[in-house]
C-alpha cells in the first residue's frame, strides 16, 4: 500500500507528546490535530492483519479522516474522503486494506486506502445507522443496517444486496464478531444474527432496558468465542447480555454516566454513547454524554477507572489492535438538542496508553 508505511506501536509508547490539562483535555491525553469541525460519529483502528495502528473517524462535517499513530503515541494524517451527508459509521475491511463509511446520504462507500479512491458498495432507502465486514469462512460480505427497517449482506463486488432482512423498526446499533452479530432497533428492539453458512436470525431478546438503546458491543469468553453483549442507553444504564447463559443470573444491568448523589432530589442521568471491550483483557469501556469514560470489569462487576470530566460529551470510543491505545471523541451528541449546540467548544479526538488501566484487578 503506497500511502500507509508501517510501524509499531510498543508496550513501551509513552504517548510524549501529552498536552497538559486543559478545559477541552482534563485527563491530559494525547490530542489529535484537526480532528473534525463537527460532531464525531465514528472511531475504528485498523485490525490485526496489518502491523501499523491507523485509526479512522467519520463525522458530521461529511468526511471521514485517516491517522496513522506511530509507536510514541503521536499522530500522522494520512488522507481523508468524502461522502454526500454527515458519516454515522465507518468500519474496516478485515485485510485492513479498505474502509467503509455509512452516510446519511443513504449509500456505503469503499475508500481503498492504497489508491485513495472510494466507490459506492451498499445502498438503502434511508440514512445507513452502521457498517460491519463479516468474514466468514465460505463468504466474505458488507453487513449495512438502516433507519429504513433494513438489514442487508452485500457482496462488494455486486450492485445488489446478497440477501435483505427485514427489521421490526429503524436499525440504531449493530455490532459484529463473528459468527455473531447483534442488532438494535427502536422501540428497544434486540435481534440476534448467526452468520455461519449465511446470515440467519437466531432469535429476538426481550431487552432488560427500559429506554432507547444507543450502542452494543459483542463480548466474548475467556477462548476468544463471542459469547454474548453489552447494550447501553440513553438512561445511564448498561445490559451485559449472555446469548446462552449458563445461570439467569450471569445478565445483569448497571448503572453508569450519573451524577453523583442528587442536586434537589434528583439525580443528572446521561446517555451511553458508545462501549468497547478490551481485546485482551475482555474488561471494557464505556463513554457518555457526561463528558467521562468508565473502564469496567464485567466478570467481577466492579469499576476499574472513571476519568474526569470534559468539557463537551464523549461519542465514540475504541481500542486498538493489542489493546494499548483508547481513543476517544469528544464533541456535542445532541442529546439536549441544538440550542445547547456551543459552536465554540472543539471537537477532540484524545488517544490514552492505557493497558495497565485495563487489567481486571486480583481478587483479594
Known amino acids: 500500500m503506497a500511502l500507509f508505511g508501517s510501524s509499531s506501536f510498543g508496550n513501551n509508547a509513552s504517548f510524549s507528546a501529552n498536552s497538559a490539562a486543559s478545559v477541552s483535555n482534563p485527563n491530559k491525553d494525547y490530542e489529535i490535530e484537526n480532528p473534525s469541525d463537527d460532531s464525531i460519529s465514528s472511531l475504528a483502528f485498523s485490525p490485526a492483519s496489518i502491523q501499523a495502528n491507523y485509526l479512522v473517524s467519520g463525522s458530521w462535517d461529511n468526511n471521514v479522516r485517516c491517522w496513522e499513530i506511530d509507536n510514541t503515541g503521536k499522530s500522522i494524517p494520512k488522507a481523508q474522503q468524502t461522502m454526500q451527508g454527515p458519516i454515522l459509521d465507518v468500519c474496516w475491511h478485515d485485510d485492513g486494506s479498505k474502509v467503509f463509511m455509512a452516510s446519511c446520504d443513504k449509500q456505503v462507500k469503499c475508500w481503498d486506502l492504497a489508491s485513495n479512491q472510494a466507490i459506492q458498495v451498499a445502498e438503502h432507502q434511508a440514512p445507513v445507522k452502521a457498517c460491519r465486514w463479516v468474514k466468514a469462512s465460505n463468504y466474505s460480505a458488507l453487513m449495512t443496517c438502516s433507519w429504513d427497517k433494513t438489514l442487508k449482506f452485500w457482496d462488494t463486488r455486486s450492485p445488489n444486496p446478497m440477501m435483505s432482512i427485514n427489521l ?148 465514540k470510543c475504541a481500542f486498538n489492535k493489542d489493546g494499548q491505545i483508547f481513543a476517544y471523541s469528544v464533541s456535542y451528541d445532541w442529546s439536549k438538542g441544538h440550542e445547547f449546540h456551543n459552536t465554540q467548544k472543539k471537537n477532540s479526538i484524545l488517544l490514552r496508553s492505557c493497558f495497565d488501566e485495563l487489567k481486571p484487578r486480583p481478587k483479594t
Open 168 to 315: 421490526p423498526e429503524r436499525a440504531y446499533c449493530a455490532d459484529v464478531d463473528y459468527p455473531m452479530a447483534v442488532v438494535g432497533t427502536a422501540g428497544r428492539g434486540i435481534i440476534i444474527y448467526q452468520l455461519e453458512g449465511g446470515p440467519k436470525e437466531f432469535k429476538k431478546v426481550e431487552s432488560p432496558l427500559k429506554y432507547q438503546h444507543r450502542c452494543v458491543s459483542i463480548f466474548r469468553d475467556k477462548n476468544k468465542t463471542p459469547t454474548g453483549f453489552a447494550i447501553g442507553s440513553v438512561e445511564g444504564r448498561v445490559a451485559i447480555q449472555y446469548v446462552n447463559p449458563a445461570n439467569p443470573k450471569d445478565n445483569f444491568t448497571f448503572k453508569c454516566h450519573r451524577s453523583n448523589g442528587a442536586v434537589n432530589g434528583f439525580q443528572d442521568i446521561y446517555a451511553v454513547n458508545d462501549i468497547a471491550f478490551h481485546p485482551v483483557h475482555g474488561t471494557l469501556s464505556t463513554v457518555g454524554s457526561d463528558g467521562r469514560f468508565s473502564f469496567w470489569d464485567k466478570d467481577a462487576r466492579t469499576k476499574l477507572k472513571t476519568s474526569e470530566a470534559c468539557e463537551q460529551p464523549i461519542s
